[in-house]
């Protein structure tokens, strides 16, 4: 594997107000951003010729990037549509490349099964219980996928469609080389606020088990199932069970629990559960996210 393509460019307009500020994969978790997220599995792959479509505030992305001299952005052009991102990239790709979609967080290393790809196959990371559809309906249940050059060069033929499963219905329609590999990666699409906060909740659980970044391990908290970034600040501060603080972000005389602090945003005086609060350019974000199988008590056998 030489190369990486990560799909970025999308509108997100299902997670507005935040996608207003922010670009979805820009969007926080603990530890990092989507995309930060994305970088830390290619970095275990060993994978430096990357690039990253961009369209929907690219500027963010750049600032985000600029210190990673050798990632390349590719201004999506044409439709803004999913094959049209794809397309974008035909004349930098190269080899096989891999492709991660930028709104995708993976709970566990796609290592291992990109080492077991069949070179020459265009190939598809299914989770093992997306059993449901035809051969391309299968294999567009992905958001990680290994495409041959000519692929991107066929996308270019369908830039009116938005979604995968146009491709994958190409390849199979033309008997390209494929394959499907089964895998047990939890993988979770940011379509929606409440499935950020989803997400959080999961990662913090079950931190030993789900990916991140190296450097987030010291920051966990393990008795509070919480995690603060090194910069952040809190003070006079009360932090419950699945808190998230961003970095540079200051907490200040108050309550949180099942919160999710975005970088740089400042909360004072505040008591808040199941919420998202972001800041940027003066304009503030508070997000209440319903999250009923959290809310309902637990039953106690007699």
Same mark, same amino acid.
């Given at each position: ?18 996608? @207003? ?9 603990? /530890? ?50 999913? !094959? ?15 492709? *991660?979609?930028?709104?995708?967080? &993976?709970?566990?290393w796609l290592e291992p ?11 598809? &990371? %299914? ?6 559809? @035809?051969?391309?309906?299968? !294999? ?20 009116? #469609?938005d979604s995968l499963q ?21 993988? &979770?699409? %940011? ?6 906060? #989803?997400?959080? #909740?999961?990662?913090?659980? +079950? ?16 008795? !509070? ?5 090194? +910069? ?13 603080? /961003?970095? /540079? ?5 108050s309550r949180l629990r ?7 945003? #400042? ?15 003066? %304009? ?9 199988? *959290? !809310? ?7």
């Amino acid at each position: 594997m030489v190369q990486a393509l990560i799909l970025a460019g999308g509108r997100g307009t299902r997670l507005r107000p935040l996608t @207003d500020l922010y670009p979805k994969p820009l969007l926080y978790l603990p /530890g990092g951003t989507l995309l930060d997220h994305l970088l830390n599995q290619l970095e275990r792959l060993a994978i430096t010729d990357i690039a990253i479509v961009v369209n929907y505030k690219a500027d963010a992305i750049a600032r985000h990037i600029r210190k990673r001299r050798h990632i390349r952005l590719i201004q999506q052009k044409g439709p803004a549509t999913f !094959m049209a991102a794809l397309a974008s990239a035909a004349d930098w790709v190269q080899g096989p490349t891999l492709v *991660l979609h930028g709104d995708n967080y &993976f709970g566990q290393w796609l290592e291992p099964y990109v080492r077991r790809a069949t070179p020459g196959r265009n190939t598809f &990371f %299914v989770s093992q219980d997306a059993a449901f559809g @035809d051969t391309a309906a299968r !294999m567009a249940q992905t958001g990680a996928y290994i495409l041959q050059p000519e692929i991107f060069r066929w996308a270019r033929m369908l830039v009116e #469609h938005d979604s995968l499963q146009a491709l994958t219905y190409e390849i199979v329609a033309r008997n390209a080389p494929m394959q499907i590999l089964p895998t047990n990666i939890c993988r &979770f699409n %940011v379509n929606e606020p409440s499935d950020l906060l #989803h997400i959080t #909740h999961l990662m913090l659980r +079950d931190w030993s088990s789900m990916v991140h970044p190296p450097y987030a391990n010291l920051l966990y908290d393990p008795m !509070m199932l919480s995690w603060k970034a090194r +910069d952040a600040v809190v003070e006079e501060s009360s932090l419950g069970l699945y808190v998230t603080i /961003g970095h /540079g972000a200051h907490v200040r005389r108050s309550r949180l629990r099942h919160a999710l602090v975005f970088p740089h945003t #400042h909360v004072e005086d505040e008591e808040e559960e199941f919420v998202i609060l972001a800041e940027s350019r003066r %304009v503030r974000i508070q997000m209440y996210v319903p999250m009923p199988h *959290l !809310m309902m008590p637990v039953a106690v056998a007699p």
